[in-house]
């Protein structure tokens, strides 16, 4: 049975969309995260796994390599499953010619694990769910502490003011999570939109953008009950 949700929740891509959409697709969102598709409908989570330990594993190539064989070798039970596949598999691709542009050198990178925390705001829960953490330090050695965060849409690509969106919250995530690590670096807090090849980095001025988040909420919490 298809999931319901009482209580206003909305995931961070979708908010950031959400930010820059017609009325009409705001609407169409708030419908989509109040009634959620059934888990087995999610295209990508294997994709998003397998990027994470090939970060998670010093950049070992061959983890892509292994997902890969195994979306290769698997045989599909519906075309649903069989686009599904060939969708993540593409998805590796084109996340391993971008590897050279993260600039990951001096870099500790770890998973956040399966149940992160999430952000609240204005009634609003926000999944947030980076994949990684990003530690290293400044240029006085001393420890920074940042996030990456995996965007995945063949066919919808992050524009400039969504990516930038989903960056603030996700520069939010780590001062609320993360502060025992260190000093929130927006340098390694990065969205990125793995098909598009973009990566958008966490703006240095954030008041503008999580006031427009908050109003956001507020119009979600709103009309929630109404959608």
């Not at 594993?57 to 596949?85: C, H, I, K, M, W």
């Not at 996340?95 to 500790?108: G, I, K």
């Not at 530690?135 to 066919?155: A, C, I, N």
Request: aromatic fraction near 8%; charged fraction near 25%; include cysteine.
């Amino acid at each position: 049975m298809a999931e319901f949700r009482e209580s206003p929740r909305v995931s961070v891509n979708k908010l950031g969309e959400y930010l820059t959409a017609t009325p009409s697709r705001r609407k169409r969102i708030i419908h989509d995260q109040k009634h959620p598709c059934d888990p087995q409908y999610l295209r990508y989570p294997e994709a998003a796994q397998a990027i994470t330990a090939f970060l998670c594993q010093g950049l070992n190539g061959g983890v892509l390599r292994e997902y890969q064989e195994r979306f290769f070798t698997t045989v599909p039970e519906s075309d649903f499953e069989a686009q599904r596949l060939h969708l993540c598999s593409e998805a590796l691709d084109r996340f391993a010619a971008l590897v050279p542009f993260l600039e990951l050198e001096d870099t500790v990178l770890s998973a956040v694990g399966t149940e992160p925390p999430v952000l609240e705001v204005a009634g609003v829960t926000i999944n947030v769910r980076p994949e990684v953490v990003l530690q290293g330090e400044d240029r006085h050695g001393q420890p920074t502490v940042g996030l990456l965060k995996l965007y995945f849409s063949k066919w919808h690509p992050l524009d400039e003011r969504s990516g930038q969106y989903i960056a603030t919250l996700l520069q939010s995530f780590a001062e609320q999570h993360l502060s025992s690590l260190g000093p929130v670096d927006p340098r390694r807090t990065r969205v990125v939109d793995v098909f598009a090849g973009t990566v958008f980095s966490a703006p240095r001025s954030t008041y503008r953008r999580l006031q427009d988040v908050e109003r956001a909420c507020e119009e979600i919490g709103a009309l929630w009950a109404v959608n």
